[in-house]
T-cell receptor, first 111, second 115 residues
Framework: KQEVTQIPAALSVPEGENLVLNCSFT??????LQWFRQDPGKGLTSLLL?????REQTSGRLNASLDKSSGRSTLYIAASQPGDSATYLC??????????FGKGTRLSVIA | DAGVIQSPRHEVTEMGQEVTLRCKPI?????LFWYRQTMMRGLELLIY????????DSGMPEDRFSAKMPNASFSTLKIQPSEPRDSAVYFC?????????????FGPGTRLLVL
């Protein structure tokens, strides 16, 4: 059974800092991996999707990497801003199955 | 596209009442998911459909919960009778596409409070 772990559970950084959020999964036979953002009281917004054959995906200041063999993905946020404050969730899909979610990392960017 | 649409956005009801949550997935998506989110338990998958057919309902907590998808553009999640412990945010999500690019999109959620 696939399990997804995100460390740390919470992170506080000063504005402007580059940061890395970590995601690990137990079964490396994945189909794709998706990073989401959730603002308080809101739904989940998809940030990036990495297919199993890809190593990374980029969108603006966000860069997600995937290392299937080690069961890890990282979300890199460059030049963090207070508006980046949210909970970031990693989710993994194995075949034609639902996504398995981590519990998220709650990020606070302090101005 | 308007994205995944859920209604109502907020629901306050009394214990014992029937609650019906509604979802309209993104047009063309062939998979639909119902989730529940609480502070204590995080995001839980309740049930999902492929091509309108329920595939796995093992996450449905009790027989009080039921879900239907009568066509590709509509799904309901019903709780009867409701209990205070059902209070949570309920999300609907849909997924479509091919070749590993099947991004999953979430609706804004229904915030349910059972008194």
């Amino acid at each position: 059974k696939q399990e997804v772990t995100q460390i740390p559970a919470a992170l506080s950084v000063p504005e402007g800092e580059n940061l890395v959020l970590n995601c690990s999964f137990t079964d490396s036979a994945i189909y794709n991996l998706q990073w989401f953002r959730q603002d308080p009281g809101k739904g989940l917004t998809s940030l990036l999707l990495i297919q199993s054959s890809q190593r990374e995906q980029t969108s603006g200041r966000l860069n997600a990497s995937l290392d299937k063999s080690s069961g890890r993905s990282t979300l890199y946020i460059a030049a963090s801003q207070p508006g980046d404050s949210a909970t970031y969730l990693c989710a993994v899909r194995s075949g034609n199955t639902p996504l398995v979610f981590g519990k998220g990392t709650r990020l606070s960017v302090i101005a | 596209d308007a994205g995944v649409i859920q209604s109502p956005r907020h629901e306050v009801t009394e214990m014992g009442q029937e609650v019906t949550l509604r979802c309209k997935p993104i047009s063309g998506h062939n998979s639909l998911f119902w989730y529940r989110q609480t502070m204590m338990r995080g995001l839980e998958l309740l049930i999902y459909f492929n091509n309108n057919v329920p595939i796995d309902d093992s996450g449905m907590p009790e027989d009080r919960f039921s879900a239907k998808m009568p066509n590709a553009s509509f799904s309901t999640l019903k709780i009867q009778p409701s209990e205070p412990r059902d209070s949570a945010v309920y999300f609907c999500a849909s997924r479509g596409g091919t070749g590993g690019q099947e991004t999953q999109y979430f609706g804004p959620g229904t915030r349910l409070l059972v008194l």
